[in-house]
C-alpha cells in the first residue's frame, strides 16, 4: 500500500527508506533512545536493561548518562543509552546539546549510535509527533515506539500504527512499557529483524510544519483518535490545584512522609543496627587482640556501620518521592509551589530542581539547567544546597534520637522526632527562599518569565521502576559508605592512634587527631562543640553523613553497643544547646566538596561557589552561635 494517494493526507516527497538495523555478531551495538519528557523512555530503559545499567556523565559535561545492556536471543547484548528528555534537537538548554551531539555523532569520546529508538507518549502524540522530523532526518536506523498504548485505549482512543509507519517510513510499535506489553516488536528492532520492505515507495517527513500538517490530517481521517482527558485527572485536579485546598494537601503529604520515615524506619534500622552489632561482636570473639583488630572493628565497623543503619530512612524518602513523581502529583505541586516561588523572585522551574536536592544537591544543580534564564539558574544553583538532602538524614537523625525523647503531638499522626526533623527541613527552606530573595532583588535581579508545564495525568506508580530507583540510590549509598565514608574512617584511625610510643596506642586526646581537634576547638568552643565535634565537622566536608562515621571512631565505639553507644557519649559531652547548634549548623552548612565542584564547572568558574561556600559557612556559624546561645539562656 501506498500513502500517496491517500485522500485528505498531505502529498510529500519520497524517498529511499531507511536501513533496517543490524548489529553483527560480536560487538554489542549502541541504540539510543529518544524522546519528550513523560513519554516513558526511562520505564522502557528500565523494562529492556533491568539491573544491568549504570550510571555516569557524559564525557566533558555534567549531563547524567543512563546505560545499559539490553540482553537479546543467542546471548546476544545491545547496549542502551538513554538521552536526555528533550522536545526538539535545538541545542539551546544542556540538555538538547547533549541530545543533539550525541545523535550526531559529535559528542568527544562516545561513538556514534547505530540505531535510534524514538520513544512517544501515544495519548500526546499530536505533540510529540513532531520530534520524528529531525530524528528521522538524521539517517539512522530507527523505530518510533508509541508508549501508554494501555491508557490510550482505556481513555477511548487509538491509533493506526501500520499507517504511521508508512508516512514516516519507518517501522512503529505501540506498546506499554509500564506493563511490558507488545515488546517484542522493540527486541525484533534491536536484534536487527525489523525492517521496512525496498518495494514500499516510502515518503519522507523532513520537517516540523509537515510533520504537523500530518497529524492534523491523520485525524481528520479517524486514523488517530486522541483520548479524552482522563475523568479522575480532571476531577483530582480540582482539588489537589485549589488555591485553599491544594498547598493545604500538600503540606498534610509532606508531614505524613515525614511521619512514616521516622515510624516505619525505625524497625528496619533497629534490625541494621543489631546485624552490625552483632556482626562485630563475632569478630571480635573471633580475632585476637592486635591493631588489625582494633581497625577492623573501631575503624571500619565502627566508622561506617555507624552510617549505614541509616540506608532504610533514605529509601523510604526516595520511594515516597517515587510514588509521588510517578504518579503526576510532583508536576502539581510543581504549579502549586510557583506562587511561592515568584514570591522568592523565582519561577515554578527551580521547584522541581529544588525538589531533587531533597535527594542530592549536585543532581539539583544539574536539573537547573533546564532553566532558560541565566540569572534564575544561577540563583536555583546557589540556594540548592539549602535543601535537606538525603545526606544530612544520618546527622538529624542521631542528634534527634539522642536528645529528644518520642511523644506523640498529633496523636499518630505525628510525633516529636518527626516534628524536629520536618522543622529542620523547614528552616533549610526558609534559608533558600530568604537568601533567593536576596539574590534576585540584587546581584541576579531579572525579569519574570511565564511557567510552561506539561500536566501528565495521573497514573497509577509501577512497583518495578520504583524498585529500581531503590536499588539505585541503595547502590549510590554503599558505594560511598565503601569509599568515601570507609576511607576517613581508616585515615581518623590511624590518626587517632598515632604516635605510637613503647610500642603502645596512645589516648585519642594525645594523638595526631587530638592535636588537630584542640587546634580548631577555639573555634567551635563558642557553638557549644568540643574538639572531636570540629574534626567531625572538618572530615564531613567530604559528605555530611561522615561525621557520624567520624565521631564513632573518635570515640572508639564498640560496634557491639550499636547505635545506642554513640548516642550515649554525645548526651555525656553535648549540652542541649550544642546539640541544636549542631543541627542548625549542618542545615546551612555547605559541607560537600561535591556539590563545590559541581557548581563550579554549571556557573563556568571559582566565583559563584566561592561565594556561595564562604555565605553558607558564614550563615551555618553566625546561626550555631545563636542557636546555642538562646537554648542555653533558656535552659539555664
Known amino acids: 500500500m501506498s500513502a500517496q494517494g491517500s485522500p485528505g493526507l498531505p502529498t510529500l516527497p519520497t524517498r ?69 528528555g528533550v522536545y526538539s534537537l535545538s541545542p539551546h538548554s544542556e540538555d538538547e546539546r547533549v541530545t543533539h551531539d550525541v545523535l550526531k555523532g559529535e559528542m568527544e569520546g562516545m561513538a556514534k549510535p547505530d540505531a535510534v529508538l ?65 515488546l517484542e516488536m522493540v527486541r525484533e528492532f534491536l536484534s536487527g529483524a525489523v525492517g521496512v520492505p525496498a518495494s514500499l515507495d516510502l515518503p519522507v517527513l523532513a520537517d516540523i510544519p509537515k510533520c504537523r500538517q500530518w497529524a492534523v490530517a491523520m485525524g481528520d481521517e479517524a486514523r488517530y483518535a486522541a483520548p479524552a482527558p482522563p475523568v479522575w485527572t480532571r476531577r483530582l485536579d480540582a482539588v489537589f490545584l485549589h488555591p485553599v485546598a491544594g498547598p493545604l494537601i500538600f503540606l498534610a503529604v509532606v508531614v505524613a512522609v515525614f511521619q512514616t520515615i521516622f515510624s516505619a524506619a525505625r524497625p528496619l534500622m533497629d534490625a541494621m543496627d543489631y546485624a552490625v552489632s552483632a556482626s562485630g561482636a563475632w569478630l571480635s570473639g573471633l580475632l585476637p587482640a592486635s591493631l588489625f583488630k582494633s581497625l577492623l572493628l573501631e575503624g571500619v565497623w565502627g566508622g561506617v556501620g555507624s552510617v549505614v543503619i541509616f540506608l532504610p530512612q533514605i529509601l523510604l524518602l526516595f520511594l515516597f518521592i517515587g510514588l509521588l513523581e510517578d504518579s503526576g502529583y510532583l508536576a502539581r505541586a510543581a504549579l502549586i509551589a510557583d506562587r ?15 525538589l531533587s536536592a531533597y535527594a542530592c544537591a549536585v543532581p539539583a544543580v544539574l536539573a537547573a539547567r533546564t532553566i532558560e534564564n541565566k540569572r534564575d539558574r544561577i540563583a536555583t544553583i546557589l540556594i540548592a544546597p539549602f535543601m535537606t ?51 534576585k532583588s540584587s546581584v541576579l535581579k531579572s525579569d519574570g518569565a511565564p511557567f510552561l508545564l506539561e500536566m501528565p495525568p495521573y497514573r497509577r506508580p509501577t512497583l518495578r521502576q520504583i524498585g529500581l530507583r531503590m536499588y539505585d540510590r541503595a547502590k549510590i549509598f554503599l558505594r560511598r559508605a565503601g569509599t568515601v565514608i570507609l576511607g576517613v574512617a581508616i585515615v581518623l584511625w590511624i590518626l587517632a592512634h598515632l604516635p605510637l610510643s613503647g610500642g603502645k596506642m596512645p589516648e585519642i586526646a594525645n594523638s595526631v587527631a587530638g592535636t588537630i581537634g584542640r587546634a580548631i576547638e577555639p573555634f567551635v568552643r563558642p557553638l557549644g562543640f568540643d574538639w572531636r565535634i570540629g574534626i567531625g565537622i572538618v572530615m564531613s566536608l567530604a559528605a555530611r553523613e561522615v561525621i557520624v562515621g567520624t565521631l564513632g571512631t573518635l570515640y572508639g565505639m ?32 555547605m559541607q560537600c566538596l561535591s556539590t563545590v565542584a559541581v557548581v563550579r564547572r554549571e556557573t563556568g568558574g571559582w566565583k559563584w561557589p566561592a561565594i556561595q561556600f564562604a555565605y553558607m559557612g558564614l550563615l551555618a556559624y553566625s546561626g550555631a552561635y545563636l542557636a546555642n546561645r538562646v537554648v542555653t539562656l533558656l535552659l539555664g
Do not use: W
Open 340 to 354: 511561592t516561588m515568584r514570591k522568592a523572585g523565582l519561577q515554578g522551574k527551580s521547584f522541581l530542581p529544588l
Open 118 to 182: 524514538l520513544i512517544l507518549d501515544s495519548t500526546n502524540l499530536n505533540r510529540h509527533l513532531v520530534l520524528a522530523a529531525p530524528i528521522l532526518a538524521l539517517g539512522l536506523p530507527t523505530l518510533v515506539v508509541l508508549n501508554m498504548a494501555d491508557e490510550l485505549s482505556s481513555r477511548g482512543g487509538a491509533v493506526d500504527a501500520e499507517a504511521l509507519a508508512t508516512r514516516l517510513g519507518v517501522p512503529v510499535a505501540l506498546i506499554s512499557a509500564s506493563k511490558g506489553e507488545g
Open 16 to 84: 529511499p527508506p531507511l536501513p533496517p538495523f543490524t548489529p553483527p555478531s560480536k560487538a554489542p551495538r549502541l541504540v539510543a533512545l529518544v524522546g519528550p519528557p513523560n513519554s516513558g523512555k526511562s520505564t522502557l530503559f528500565n523494562r529492556l536493561t533491568g539491573l544491568r545499567q549504570r550510571v555516569a556523565n557524559f564525557p566533558g559535561v555534567t549531563v547524567e548518562e543512563r546505560r545499559g545492556r539490553a540482553r537479546l536471543e543467542g546471548d546476544r547484548e545491545v547496549v542502551l543509552v538513554d538521552l536526555p
Open 389 to 439: 538532602c538525603s545526606a544530612r538524614l544520618p546527622v538529624y537523625t542521631l542528634i534527634i534520637a539522642a536528645f529528644l525523647p518520642e511523644r506523640p503531638l498529633l496523636g499518630p499522626f505525628l510525633g516529636t522526632r518527626a516534628a524536629a526533623m520536618l522543622g529542620l527541613y523547614l528552616l533549610g527552606f526558609l534559608a533558600a527562599f530568604g537568601t533567593a530573595r536576596l539574590l
Open 558 to 589: 564498640d560496634p557491639k553497643a550499636g547505635s545506642e553507644g554513640l548516642q550515649a557519649a554525645l548526651r555525656h559531652d553535648l549540652t542541649a544547646g550544642g546539640a541544636v547548634a549542631l543541627l542548625v549548623f549542618f542545615a546551612f552548612a
